[in-house]
């Protein structure tokens, strides 16, 4: 597709489920990154992926937060036995190169609520 | 830790007024900053990325200055529309990362 594509786009979950949330960015990009929007707030860094790495998960909130790019592509990012506070819109960016030099394309967001 | 902050956080003006909407942060060690914005239930849309050397960016009715040994940044927006009407993010790099820190955003309502 042209752009970033998220799914799903909302998702509510009872508090203790585990959730996947998909990320697929722009063909070639090299850059992945995941953020977390809370209602109101401007989003918050989680993790980044450079190809299938894992380079940064300084902003994962706890260990049942894990990320994923196993082919250096799609990205997936997995929620353990989630709390009222993970409810936020989580939003996938990517980039065409390895650093900052490149502008980062946001999808649309998946919106979880937890119950 | 970069800390950025927006004033005002809503705005509401009658259509055809100018907007000037205001972003501070802390750190002026930026690689560059870049301006966002977000429709209700939507992902960003990048607007203007103004690099650290740079003093201002210009897209249409948008226009972005740069102030980095001030720490400041505004974005004006002329003649505003009712479809000018959304949340706008600034968000900075800092010069040795990667990673976007944003401000909360001010919400504009431009009023037919």
């Known amino acids: 597709g042209a752009g970033v594509s998220q799914s799903p786009r909302y998702k509510v979950a009872k508090r203790g489920q585990d959730v996947a949330l998909r990320c697929d960015p722009i063909?070639?990009?090299?850059?992945l990154f995941w953020y977390q929007q809370a209602l109101g707030q401007g989003p918050e860094f989680l993790t980044y992926?450079?190809?299938?790495?894992?380079?940064?998960k300084s902003g994962l909130p706890s260990d049942r937060f894990f990320a994923e790019r196993p082919e250096g592509s799609v990205s997936t990012l997995k929620i353990q036995r989630t709390q009222q506070e993970d409810s936020a819109v989580y939003l996938c960016?990517?980039?065409?190169?390895?650093?900052?030099?490149?502008?980062?394309?946001f999808g649309p967001g998946t919106r979880l609520t937890v119950l | 830790k970069q800390e950025v902050t927006q004033i005002p956080a809503a705005l509401s003006v009658p259509e055809g007024e100018n907007l000037v909407l205001n972003c501070s942060f802390t750190?002026?060690?930026?690689?560059?900053l870049q301006w966002f914005r977000q429709d209700p239930g939507k992902g960003l849309t990048s607007l203007l990325l103004?690099?650290?050397?740079?003093r201002e960016q210009t897209s249409g009715r948008l226009n972005a200055s740069l102030d980095k040994s001030s720490g400041r940044s505004t974005l004006y927006i002329a003649a505003s529309q009712p479809g000018d009407s959304a949340t706008y993010l600034c968000?900075?790099?800092?010069?040795?990362?990667?990673?976007?820190?944003f401000g909360a955003g001010t919400t504009v309502t431009v009023r037919a």
């Open positions: 960016a990517s980039s065409l190169g390895d650093w900052a030099y490149n502008e980062q394309f």
């Open positions: 750190d002026s060690a930026i690689y560059n």
């Open positions: 992926f450079q190809n299938e790495a894992q380079l940064d």
């Open positions: 968000a900075v790099i800092l010069s040795n990362d990667y990673k976007l820190s």
């Open positions: 103004i690099q650290s050397s740079q």
């Open positions: 063909s070639g990009h090299v850059s």
